[in-house]
């Protein structure tokens, strides 16, 4: 019964490279989401998938950041040319349906941009 | 614009007293609201949500549509109780709109 699931925990990035953050949600979860929480802060919201469809990538904060989901399973936020201000804890989530289902969410994966 | 606002960044109060974690909101329409808990070294989780009336932990919340809060109160705090707790709201079917979080300490 693995929870969702995220990876790598902690990344170090120097300015510019790019990093590749996984989720791997729960088993048969129809909805995933990604959220941006930096020190200090609530979470916000980054896009979101139904299955390989994503329906709203409206949080994203640049043309740098793209997630894909081509299975409808595993996912992956990708962040391009890194700056400083990407650092934050990346937040992966999943829930069996939309609505009114429980959200499920990740570890997290810290990302610090040096 | 959506807003959720958690005025105490850090609240602290004696085992055994009464807890009262401020959330206000504003949102055009009928918002589902729901508070969110982090235990230290833990991922986020549910607590509890309005529209299910329930108590969770000895947690309650109720929603004030007039004063636009969902404050969190419980009677007697526990040291467990300890942690960042978060409030939020559902702006379409799926997405969630986050206070800061307010860090909870209970003091033996």
């Known amino acids: 019964g693995a929870g969702v699931s995220q990876s790598p925990r902690y990344k170090v990035a120097k300015r510019g490279q790019d990093v590749a953050l996984r989720c791997d949600p729960i088993?048969?979860?129809?909805?995933l989401f990604w959220y941006q929480q930096a020190l200090g802060q609530g979470p916000e919201f980054l896009t979101y998938?139904?299955?390989?469809?994503?329906?709203?990538k409206s949080g994203l904060p640049s043309d740098r950041f793209f997630a894909e989901r081509p299975e409808g399973s595993v996912s992956t936020l990708k962040i391009q040319r890194t700056q400083q201000e990407d650092s934050a804890v990346y937040l992966c989530?999943?829930?069996?349906?939309?609505?009114?289902?429980?959200?499920?969410f990740g570890e997290g994966s810290w990302l610090t941009v040096v | 614009a959506q807003r959720v606002t958690q005025p105490e960044k850090l609240l602290s109060v004696f085992k055994g007293a009464p807890v009262e974690l401020k959330c206000n909101y504003s949102?055009?329409?009928?918002?589902?609201l729901f508070w969110y808990v982090q235990y230290s070294r833990q991922r986020l989780q549910l607590l509890l949500r309005?529209?299910?009336?329930?108590s969770i932990k000895g947690f309650t919340a109720d929603l004030n549509k007039g004063e636009t809060s969902f404050h969190l109160k419980k009677p007697f705090a526990q040291e467990e109780d300890s942690a960042m707790y978060y409030c939020?709201?559902?702006?379409?079917?799926?997405?969630?709109?986050w206070g800061a979080g307010t860090k909870l300490i209970i003091k033996p």
């Open positions: 939020a709201l559902t702006r379409s079917n799926y997405q969630l709109i």
């Open positions: 088993s048969g979860h129809v909805s």
């Open positions: 989530a999943s829930s069996l349906g939309q609505g009114r289902n429980t959200i499920y």
């Open positions: 949102y055009s329409g009928s918002p589902e």
């Open positions: 998938f139904q299955n390989e469809a994503q329906l709203d």
């Open positions: 309005h529209i299910s009336r329930e």
